[in-house]
């Protein structure tokens, strides 16, 4: 047999431990600088469908972060060295990158610019490697290359959609030269590419980023306060099941919760941004459910106004508490609170008699559940206090969140809302959450 253990070419020479410890520090830094970026743009992204698949692709990259981060501690290295900045060259691509105006250029930058070139790296860490006696990285990269693929494929046709027009693809293509140049000043993602004398200064991040707080919906949507109030109790069945559609389509709302809350979060263990960023996906899935949901119905999305009187609420509150309000108070609450998660469930089952809705509901109720475990793990962890001190909280939040409700029916409240941008400053330097703040 020409292979030992299915591994052909066992004989190669190649690299040893310590560079790869040094590659695959550059890789994860790339992979949780962006996560946290797309995370804390997504929320003042209006277009609907991007809004989505930035949701799954920063799980993605936080799975990728975390299966990088354990190989590096098997390559005798300390996992102090996880959160430092392997090089303040890209530290400042990626303030950079953070500085995208708009949807246009933010595709550009992070998937036109340092998604490629990390894909590229990875491949090329594949084919250089020992593959017997690294097979264990070559086996994460193998998977870790299927998911940027499949991200580049969505991105290249999207970035195709937004640049029809020849000024905002000349926009698209100045961002990205612009990044790499930066990205050519490090070295390239594996830091051994030839560099110039040149020595590059921040450009648009000079001063902190601003992103927006206030979440933002395209132009197709009508906007409205709320809409469920105490409509259920009194709704036939068909006007029910189109009203519990709704809501799941609405959850956009508690992935943009997360989204900031996960993005304006620093200090914590790197779990808690793993996990923030496996919350956030779930609930962009329960969105995508209700989308599917209302359209099986015979209904478009943009039929319905979106409901914007909790995401207006959301921020006036600081990141711990908007987590409090939504893990604790209303993802807990929401296990007993009728109509709790299982009556939910035996509705679709038992009265609307919906297969798909049911299965729907099934599997919402089941993240639900592990959302409140998320919750109640992290905040405990910020706040250092016991259960019920939590749910203290979480009560006085939720009375909040009733008394701010009349507030949201004015006629005109929500009437130029769409596409806004209202900013609050943020810390640009989110290059290494975990620990403390970079200066």
């Keep these: 047999m020409r292979s030992i253990a299915g591994i052909a070419d066992a004989q190669r020479l190649a690299f040893g431990v310590k560079e790869n410890a040094r590659r695959l520090q550059r890789y994860a830094y790339l992979e949780q600088r962006t996560l946290l970026a797309l995370a804390?743009?997504?929320?003042?992204?209006?277009?609907?469908?991007?809004?989505?698949?930035?949701?799954?692709?920063?799980?993605?990259?936080?799975?990728?972060?975390?299966?990088?981060?354990?190989?590096?501690?098997?390559?005798?290295?300390?996992?102090?060295?996880?959160?430092?900045?392997?090089?303040?060259?890209?530290?400042?691509l990626m303030d950079e990158a953070l500085e995208a105006r708009d949807t246009v250029e933010l595709l550009a930058g992070y998937y036109g610019v340092v998604k490629p070139r990390l894909l590229?790296?990875?491949?090329?860490?594949?084919?250089?490697?020992?593959?017997?006696?690294?097979?264990?990285?070559?086996r994460l990269l193998k998977f870790i290359i299927c998911e940027e693929e499949e991200q580049l494929v969505w991105a290249n046709e999207a970035l195709e959609e937004?640049?029809?027009?020849?000024?905002?693809?000349?926009?698209?293509?100045?961002?990205?030269?612009?990044?790499?140049?930066?990205?050519?000043?490090?070295?390239?993602?594996?830091?051994?590419?030839?560099t110039s004398a040149e020595k590059l200064e921040p450009d648009r991040s000079r001063?902190?980023?601003?992103?927006?707080?206030?979440?933002?919906?395209?132009?197709?949507?009508?906007?409205?306060?709320?809409?469920?109030?105490?409509?259920?109790?009194?709704?036939?069945?068909?006007?029910?099941?189109?009203?519990?559609?709704?809501?799941?389509?609405?959850?956009?709302?508690?992935?943009?919760?997360?989204?900031?809350?996960?993005?304006?979060?620093?200090?914590?263990?790197?779990?808690?941004?793993?996990?923030?960023?496996?919350?956030?996906?779930?609930?962009?899935?329960?969105?995508?459910?209700?989308?599917?949901?209302?359209?099986q119905a015979g209904y478009q999305i943009d039929e319905f106004p979106m409901r914007?009187?909790?995401?207006?609420?959301?921020?006036?509150?600081?990141?711990?508490?908007?987590?409090?309000?939504?893990?604790?108070a209303i993802e807990n609450g929401a296990m007993k609170y009728p109509p709790g998660k299982r009556q939910e469930y035996e509705w679709c089952r038992d009265v609307a008699k919906e297969p798909l809705a049911t299965v729907f509901q099934d599997y919402d109720w089941a993240d639900e559940v592990l959302h409140a475990q998320i919750a109640r793990r992290w905040v405990g962890a910020q706040m250092g206090t016991d259960r019920r001190a939590m749910q203290a909280e979480a009560d006085r939040l939720r009375d909040a969140l009733n008394a701010a409700k009349p507030h949201w029916t004015a006629a005109d409240r929500y009437a130029n809302l769409v596409q806004a941008t209202p900013t609050d400053e943020n810390d640009k330097r989110v290059g290494s959450p975990v620990g403390a703040h970079d200066e």
């Design 40 to 92: 804390g743009h997504l929320v003042g992204t209006p277009e609907w469908e991007i809004k989505q698949a930035l949701g799954r692709h920063l799980w993605e990259d936080s799975e990728h972060t975390t299966w990088l981060r354990e190989r590096i501690t098997q390559l005798r290295t300390g996992e102090s060295a996880l959160d430092r900045v392997p090089d303040e060259r890209l530290a400042l």
């Design 120 to 138: 590229a790296a990875y491949r090329r860490h594949v084919a250089e490697t020992q593959p017997l006696v690294d097979f264990p990285t070559i």
């Design 162 to 194: 937004l640049t029809a027009d020849p000024a905002a693809k000349a926009r698209a293509e100045a961002w990205q030269a612009h990044l790499a140049r930066y990205l050519a000043a490090a070295g390239g993602v594996v830091g051994d590419e030839p």
């Design 207 to 295: 001063t902190p980023a601003k992103l927006p707080r206030m979440p933002a919906r395209d132009a197709r949507f009508e906007l409205c306060g709320d809409f469920i109030d105490n409509r259920y109790a009194q709704a036939s069945t068909a006007e029910r099941y189109i009203l519990m559609g709704r809501v799941r389509l609405n959850e956009m709302a508690a992935v943009e919760n997360v989204a900031s809350t996960l993005y304006e979060t620093r200090g914590m263990p790197w779990e808690f941004y793993h996990e923030l960023a496996r919350h956030l996906w779930d609930e962009i899935r329960h969105s995508c459910f209700g989308q599917v949901w209302i359209e």
């Design 308 to 328: 914007m009187g909790i995401t207006d609420f959301y921020t006036t509150l600081t990141p711990l508490e908007r987590y409090v309000l939504l893990g604790i």
